[in-house]
């Protein structure tokens, strides 16, 4: 490891670097707060429009994120031009909104990055929509334009009607043409997808896993060319990954560091390990790990949302994050966002499951447990599902239940404890109930009421697509398959896909999920028995990302879908199904790998 901090530090003495940093941080914000923009900002709800359309006002959004470099030199600059001031108080309404806290409003304005700015009619539609910093010259000008012309502006396109598929299933042209696209937006220079901003695209990659899986050789010098790339984004000092790099390559990141790419990184690496067993990833998703438990967690065990990009606020940060861990630690610690949403832990604990799954190392098993524990204490709704913060008035949303639902499924599969099967079905039960659409999965709880409709988004119902499909194997539930089918009727009507870019590889996975069995491996053995509990840990080792994992202890009762009849014998043993046949009875754990390798092409196949 680089340095001490790639190493789990004293709780106590992470804590006080972090309180040191971030009470540096807080006088720092302090100092700026102390001179008032002149705004007025306003909290997004409802009232906002009746406000406006009373006072025959317009609604300005910044829709910003708290560890975005440009959104702090936008409210350094922008937010505090007196032209600018004067324009949006004589006619505007000002709404400032974190992202992080309202993802019903991030997903809608997601492809236009941090900050977004909107301005909107009395009656919510849209005027104008601008990506990314807006100079404070060029916004006045927006602002003088709107109040002379509130038609709107060319940024303004009409939204297609969405209709969902017909059928479940993508078409195998469909298919090869996503496929094809993939293969060909990939970028053989610089290695990777994109050609402004670079990262993981953790569904490509996991993608590109299936493929090599099923001997497609293409797709694994992809990926992994990829994953390689994606270890330039990995902070060498404290771990963690940065957001992503500009410039076409690896070489120029922001350093903002969220929840969702540690999570996602830190899960595709574990499942690359397993794959290739390259231990450069081990030590990328260790890293990642480090950073999670130094940084993100809270002294209860559950995860924070993010840490800021700047130490200080508007800054470029690239010299401090070239110093190592003294010199930054003299300076200052970037802001850390302690707020703890439902979502974000659900990405945690599902990579830690997966982690936990490749190495064994039961830190970081007792560590999602912990996490999934906070979150049902502090977070838990009526009917099994989730709201988003401590104090939600807005939501329930479907990213925070889709994610719990995900962990809760993944803490089965790592476990075999049947009180995480039982939640992650109440979960997934509550999902289908409160944001079941007639075109997919909406973003926030169809009953609420609100200027903007609800929408599904691509990444949510993808997700909850594949939790569900895999669920009903696990359970026998047809309610859980229906609810995969009627995601998938959103994710395969073309304008979805059309609409994404490369960033297809999720829609392809759901469709070949759907379309197969998993990889079915069940130990039959008392849970006390040393051997039973060797051969579960290989089972859990197997490189295949889309496996249902059981462990059948008959002093427990049949398992909950028992739908394979498993002899019992003197000592554990341990059996691997695909669609098509079943194993003999295997009691070495080595031997597990050698018939799952036969049979993972036809597991990974439609």
Known sequence: MPNQLAQRTNPGRRIAFLVLGLLGWTSRC??????????????????????????????????????????????????????????????????????????????????????????????????????????????????QAIIDDPSPGPSIIKEPALDANSTATLEPAARKKLEQELRGDYDNKNRGWGTVQKFLDWDIIEYCIGQTLSG???????????????????????????????????????FEKIMQMQAENLRIYAAAYAVWKDPNYLQSARQIRDYMRNFLTSPEGAFYTSQDADLLPGEHSAKYFALNDSGRRQRGIPRVDQHIYARENGWAIDALANLYAVTGDNADLNDAVRAGEWIIARRSLPGGGFRHGESSVDGPY?????????????LYQATADRRWLQRAEETAQFTNEHFKSKVGYVAVAKTLDSKLAPRPQTDENVAFARITNLLHHYTG?????????????????????KSRGFQVGGILLADRELNAPPLHITVVGSKQDAAARALFASALFQSATYKRVEWWDTNEGPLPNPDVEYPQFGKPAAFVCTDRRCSAPIFDGAKINAFAKSARRTADQP
């Open 477 to 497: 539930n047809a309610q859980d398959r229906a609810c995969a089918e009627h995601a998938m009727r959103y994710l395969t009507a073309p304008a979805v896909a």
């Open 216 to 254: 497609d050789q293409d797709f694994e010098r992809m990926g992994r060319e990829t994953l390689d790339a994606q270890r330039k984004l990995i902070d060498p000092v404290w771990g963690g990954v940065y957001q992503y790099s500009t410039d076409g390559d690896w070489d120029h990141p922001h």
């Open 30 to 143: 302090f100092i700026a707060a102390a001179e008032p923009s002149g705004i007025d900002w306003q909290p997004w709800s409802d009232s906002v429009f009746e406000k406006a359309t009373k006072e025959h006002r317009f609604v300005l959004l910044d829709l910003e994120a708290v560890w975005c470099h440009w959104c702090h030199v936008m409210d350094a600059q922008t937010y505090r031009d007196p032209k600018v001031i004067a324009l949006i108080k004589s006619r505007y309404i000002a709404v400032k909104v974190d992202q992080d806290s309202r993802p019903d409003i991030s997903n809608r304005y997601e492809d236009y990055g941090w900050p977004a700015t909107v301005v909107f009619n009395t009656d919510g539609s849209e005027i104008v929509k601008r990506q990314g910093y807006v100079p404070p010259k060029p916004m006045a000008s927006m602002l």
């Open 398 to 410: 479907l990213g925070d239940n889709v994610y719990m639902a995900r962990a809760f499924l993944m």
